[in-house]
C-alpha cells in the first residue's frame, strides 16, 4: 500500500517589536530566532523522502521553506491555500487588556467565538488548507512533502481532521513555532497524526513572535 506523508510546519519567530498582529500584512519577516529555527527544521527533515516543497505567500513562511527546499535541491512551490487566516485586528495590538480589545467600538467584533466574528470563519480555513494538503499528497504520492504555513490554519485542520470542533481556546494549541504535523496517508487514506517539534516548545499565546 503506497505511504505519502505530509508535513505541515508553522513558520518560525517573526520579527515583530511592536508586538501587533501582523496576519496577512506584508514585511513581516524571520527574527534571527526564527531564521535559526528554520534551518532546525530543516536538518531535521534533511534524512526524510521529501519530494516536495509548498509554502504561504507571506514572507515568513517562505523564508521558513527555503532552507528545507534548499537541501533536498527542490524548487519552493507557493499555494496561496496555506495563507494566514484573516482578521478584522490585522496591524494591531490585541493582548487582553490592551489595545484594539479595549475599545469598546471593537466589542461587536467578538460575539461570536464559534464563527468567529472577528475572522476568517474556521471551516473556511479548513477546507482550504485540506485542499493545499491533499494537492501536496498528490505532488508527492509514496513520498513526503511539506506545506510551510501558520499557526491557525494548522490547527484548524489539524482538528478538522481529527473531528474535533473548530472553536477552542488558543491558549491551548499545539501548535510551536518551527513544529511539525505530519499526516500520515495510506494512499488518499488519512490513517494517522503525528506531532513533534525540533525547534523545541513555544508558548502557545505566542502567536508568531
Known sequence: ???????????GEVHNPTGVLYGRLPGYRLSATGERQALTVAEHLSGNDIAYVVASPLERAQQTAQPIAASH????????????????????????????????????????PFTPSWGEPYLRI??????????A?????????VCVSHQLPVWTVRRYLEGRRLWHNPTRRQCSLASLTSLVFEHEQLVAIRYSEPAGASDPKNTGA
Not at 500500500?1 to 513558520?11: E, F, G
Not at 499528497?137 to 512533502?145: D, H, K, S, V
Open 73 to 112: 535541491r527542490l524548487d519552493l512551490a507557493t499555494d496561496e491555500r496555506l495563507i494566514e487566516s484573516e482578521n478584522v485586528f490585522e496591524g494591531r495590538k490585541v493582548s487582553v487588556g490592551d489595545g484594539a480589545l479595549r475599545s469598546p467600538r471593537n466589542w461587536p467584533h467578538l460575539r461570536d
Open 1 to 11: 500500500m503506497t505511504q505519502t506523508i505530509v508535513h505541515l510546519v508553522r513558520h
Open 126 to 135: 479548513a477546507h482550504r488548507m485540506l485542499a493545499a494538503v491533499h494537492r
Open 137 to 145: 499528497r498528490a505532488a508527492a504520492e509514496g513520498r513526503e512533502a
